[in-house]
């Protein structure tokens, strides 16, 4: 049985840093990927950055890119997504998916609230 549950986030002020954390199990080693969404009311939940299994490719969107860095554990089994230099639009639920290469098995995290205010 595949699981992903998130842990972190938090408020934080604008130029402040939080940290976003992904466990998952249920996936043999690492062959899944993992990606971070954010969505806030009124719009469609979007991506943020993504890793693939042997983190030999990431992606960031232009709205976080060289702010936010992503990586992951694989003797944790444990994605992070460090968030610095944070800004009022980073106000978000974020979302923590994993996705398998075999198989099709998708999963999303139970979402953690992430609040940027001075």
């Known amino acids: 049985q595949v699981q992903v549950v998130q842990s972190g986030g938090g408020l934080a002020q604008p130029g402040g840093s939080l940290l976003l954390s992904c466990k998952i199990s249920?996936?043999?080693?690492?062959?899944?990927?993992v990606g971070w969404f954010r969505q806030v009311p009124g719009k469609e939940r979007e991506a943020v950055s993504c890793i693939s299994g042997l983190a030999e490719e990431k992606y960031y969107s232009a709205s976080v890119q060289g702010r936010f860095t992503i990586s992951r554990d694989s003797r944790r089994n444990t994605v992070s997504l460090q968030m610095d230099s944070l800004e009022h639009d980073d106000t978000g639920d974020y979302f923590c998916?994993?996705?398998?290469?075999?198989?099709?098995?998708?999963?999303w995290g139970q979402g953690i609230q992430v609040t940027v205010s001075s």
């Open positions: 249920g996936f043999p080693y690492d062959r899944y990927a």
């Open positions: 998916y994993a996705e398998g290469y075999v198989g099709g098995v998708r999963r």
